[in-house]
Every structure is written in C-alpha cells, then in structure tokens.
C-alpha cells in the first residue's frame, strides 16, 4: 500500500485550503478555549511540545500523552464536525475515488482481524457498533461477512451519515456521548478517539453501550511512534483542531484501565510510516543530511530497505498506526 492509493495527490491541495477554513473558523473562538488536564492520567503537569497552525500542543509531565491545551470547548467540536468543508470535501471527492483500495489494503484486513478476535476471546456476534463510521464503507464490509446480527454506524457528521444510510446501514446520527443505543456485544472506535474533546467520557459513553464482556477494538496514532517522532509538527496527522489527543501504548491502557476495560492486546501494525518520513524529504520539508542512515534506508537505498524497515517498526510497536484489542470489565 502506498499513500497515494488512500490519499490521493490531486485532491491533497484542496482539502488542506479547506482545512485551513475550517480551522479559522474555530480559531475565530479562541477565547472561548478552556484547559484541561491531561486527557490520559488527569494530571495538571505538563510543558510546552509544539505549536502548530494556532493550536498549542503540550505533553504531559507523568504519561508524556500529547495533547492540544487549552483546546476548544466539546460545543465548539461538535459545531466543527457538523460544519465541515474539508470532511465533506473528502467524504464526496476522496473516499469514493480511494475506497477500492481502501477495502483492500485496510478495511478487509481490520474486518478479518475483529471476526479473528471475537473467535479467540469467544465474544458473542449478536451485535456490532461502529463509533465515528464515517462514509460507512467499513461497516458495509463487516455487515456483508453475515457474521452480525445487527450492525450500527454512529456519526456526527451528516453527510458521512447520509452516506452510511445510502449503503443500507443503520445508522445513529450523533455523537457517542447524545445517543441513545441498546447494547452491544462489539464496538469498534477506529481513528476517533484522538478526536474527541474528552476522551474519559468518551470511552465511557462506548462502556455504557457494551455489554459487559463486550470487545472494543480501537485504533489511534501512537506518539512514540516513528513518522509522528520524526516529524512532529510537520506531519499530516498533527493537525487541530481534527486531532486533539495523542496516546502511546502506555498512556492509552491507563486510560482505558482507569475507565473499566482490560486491555488485552497492542500492537502497530503500521504500513506507511517510512513512506510519509520519505515524502515529506522529497517535497523539501525535513531535511536528512545530518542522518546518514535514515538517508540511505529512506533515500538512497528506498528499494532496498522499505519493506523491512517498516515491517520492522511494526514488528517492534514503532509505527505510528495503533491497535488496541480490549474488554468491558475483567476476564
């Protein structure tokens, strides 16, 4: 899988001038942000990381999560997605032209990996929710298997929304935290939660959906991993007001621990961190000439070496993409 079979480059100018009105738009309201504590241990002890297009990200002193402080208000997020020009752009223009490869490269693999889940820890299939569903394609795959009785989308956004409903879905339209929704025997939270203006009561929403034994499978950018480390606030998902909190496999079990699940397993299944680290040498943004190996693995010897230098940042829980596998309660 390349980046250009997801992200296509033709649309990638004009989601980010889009972006960049969205987030003047938030920043319009900027004396309405507040502070927080840290959205991982709830510690008010944290130093200055990086600023970033207006937003300020800093780390926590005690779990080094990363996270955007002060932040805007849950309102003022609700309002972004709901009124998005660079989500609705993509949701018409981007995921339709990608979603082939989509299904390919990420969506039927995640499919197979959950079903594989439900199957090892022996979670019942009756019913299955998708928080953040986007444009539905992930739960049309998973409702094509047969294996759920029951298949929910849940998203704020409503051209997403309206997308999932022309693919047959059941849809909730709204955020987890509003609605209303018989529990579940699976949920699954992929790229949301670093979203979220308050992801404690956010994963608390999802508990209250689940049953108890229920699976959560969840993935989330990992901080410490290596296209997000090297980087930082040059890359294309450190960027606010979308991404707001940003876990590593330490921090993100604290935070689930804390709120009731037992996280069962982690890993980083990443594909493209050496490739975005590549890109973004090429276009002029970072420069390797100062890190002679870094050049030869991502430059010099690209052929060569890609392959087994992200198999082996996967390998080892570098990359940057992560997966948590976790239960409601204990076993």
Same mark, same amino acid.
């Given at each position: 899988?390349?980046?250009?079979?997801?992200?296509?480059?033709?649309?990638?100018?004009?989601?980010?001038?889009?972006?960049?009105?969205?987030?003047?738009?938030?920043?319009?309201?900027?004396?309405?942000?507040?502070?927080?504590?840290?959205?991982?241990?709830?510690?008010?002890?944290?130093?200055?990381?990086?600023?970033?297009?207006?937003?300020?990200?800093?780390?926590?002193?005690?779990?080094?999560?990363?996270?955007?402080?002060?932040?805007?208000?849950?309102?003022?997020?609700?309002?972004?997605?709901?009124?998005?020009?660079?989500?609705?752009?993509? $949701?018409? $223009?981007?995921?339709?032209?990608?979603?082939?490869?989509?299904?390919?490269?990420?969506?039927?693999?995640?499919?197979?990996?959950?079903?594989?889940?439900?199957?090892?820890?022996?979670?019942?299939?009756?019913?299955?929710?998708?928080?953040?569903?986007?444009?539905?394609?992930?739960?049309?795959?998973?409702?094509?298997?047969?294996?759920?009785?029951?298949?929910?989308?849940?998203?704020?956004?409503?051209?997403?929304?309206?997308?999932?409903?022309?693919?047959?879905?059941?849809?909730?339209?709204?955020?987890?935290?509003?609605?209303?929704?018989?529990?579940?025997?699976?949920?699954?939270?992929?790229?949301?939660?670093?979203?979220?203006?308050?992801?404690?009561?956010?994963?608390?929403?999802?508990?209250?959906?689940?049953?108890?034994?229920?699976?959560?499978?969840?993935?989330?950018?990992?901080?410490?991993?290596?296209?997000?480390?090297?980087?930082?606030?040059?890359?294309?998902?450190?960027?606010?007001?979308?991404?707001?909190?940003?876990?590593?496999?330490?921090?993100?079990?604290?935070?689930?621990?804390?709120?009731?699940?037992?996280?069962?397993?982690?890993?980083?299944?990443?594909?493209?961190?050496?490739?975005?680290?590549?890109?973004?040498?090429?276009?002029?943004?970072?420069?390797?000439?100062?890190?002679?190996?870094?050049?030869?693995?991502?430059?010099?010897?690209?052929?060569?070496?890609?392959?087994?230098?992200?198999?082996?940042?996967?390998?080892?829980?570098?990359?940057?993409?992560?997966?948590?596998?976790?239960?409601?309660?204990?076993?």
């Amino acid at each position: 899988m390349k980046e250009n079979d997801i992200r296509a480059d033709n649309f990638r100018a004009e989601g980010r001038r889009l972006y960049k009105l969205d987030q003047d738009r938030v920043l319009s309201k900027k004396d309405q942000f507040v502070e927080i504590n840290c959205p991982a241990c709830g510690k008010k002890e944290y130093n200055f990381f990086y600023k970033r297009d207006g937003f300020i990200f800093v780390q926590c002193n005690i779990c080094e999560t990363v996270f955007v402080n002060p932040r805007p208000t849950q309102q003022i997020v609700f309002e972004h997605y709901k009124t998005s020009l660079a989500e609705k752009f993509w $949701n018409e $223009n981007v995921y339709p032209q990608s979603e082939a490869a989509r299904i390919k490269h990420i969506i039927m693999p995640r499919v197979k990996e959950i079903i594989k889940f439900c199957e090892k820890y022996k979670i019942p299939t009756e019913s299955f929710m998708d928080v953040g569903a986007g444009c539905g394609t992930f739960c049309e795959q998973i409702k094509k298997t047969g294996k759920f009785k029951q298949v929910i989308a849940v998203e704020p956004d409503p051209s997403p929304a309206e997308s999932c409903r022309q693919k047959g879905l059941q849809v909730v339209e709204g955020f987890i935290e509003n609605v209303n929704i018989n529990k579940v025997n699976v949920a699954t939270s992929i790229e949301s939660i670093e979203h979220v203006f308050n992801p404690i009561e956010y994963l608390k929403s999802i508990s209250d959906k689940l049953n108890d034994g229920g699976l959560l499978f969840l993935t989330t950018p990992n901080i410490k991993g290596f296209d997000l480390l090297v980087l930082g606030e040059h890359s294309d998902n450190t960027t606010a007001p979308d991404h707001l909190n940003y876990f590593h496999p330490e921090s993100i079990s604290l935070l689930l621990e804390t709120n009731g699940f037992e996280v069962l397993e982690i890993k980083t299944p990443g594909k493209l961190d050496a490739e975005l680290v590549r890109n973004k040498v090429r276009e002029g943004v970072i420069s390797l000439d100062k890190q002679a190996f870094f050049k030869r693995v991502l430059i010099d010897e690209w052929e060569k070496y890609s392959d087994s230098f992200q198999k082996w940042l996967a390998d080892n829980g570098l990359s940057s993409h992560m997966v948590v596998i976790a239960i409601k309660g204990a076993r």
